[in-house]
């Protein structure tokens, strides 16, 4: 099943956590950015990084935080895999990925192991697993 697939079937009652993941994994997804930076909110001290399935689904986001209709958005093409390995353990403090924010077919990749790398997990003890020696979340890095 593709992303959106395993997404809906997660929303019907019918998850298969696996398969979520390693669709995600396997799917580029559109990660805003703003001033070279990727776009992210904070929640409960977790930082939540916002990434699209397509270019609908970050409109829609974007209407819904008050842009005009036909403002172009700056983002990058980012495979679900770099986003997980290498993205998220190099921003500082606990960090997941928003998927769709604000849509009805959401999903959330929380910085737990199974995840994200044991250094990046927030389920992982201290020492348990090394760590990422430098921490940034600029964009032109990552693109």
Do not use: C, N
Request: proline fraction near 7%.
């Amino acid at each position: 099943m593709s992303l959106t697939d395993e997404i809906a079937a997660v929303h019907a009652g019918q998850p298969d956590p696996g398969a979520l993941v390693g669709e995600f994994r396997r799917t580029h997804v559109l990660l805003p950015t703003v001033d070279d930076t990727f776009l992210s909110g904070e929640l409960d001290g977790i930082r939540w990084l916002y990434a699209f399935t397509d270019e609908d689904a970050l409109s829609r986001f974007a209407l819904s935080r008050g842009s005009e209709p036909g403002t172009e958005w700056r983002y990058v093409s980012v495979s679900g895999a770099r986003v997980l390995d290498v993205l998220i353990p190099a921003i500082e403090g606990p960090a997941g990925v928003a998927l769709d924010a604000g849509s009805e077919q959401g999903a959330l990749f929380p910085p737990v192991s199974g995840i994200v790398p044991d250094s990046a997990a927030v389920d992982v003890p201290a020492g348990d697993a090394s760590e990422t020696a430098s921490r940034t979340g600029k964009a032109q890095e990552w693109a």
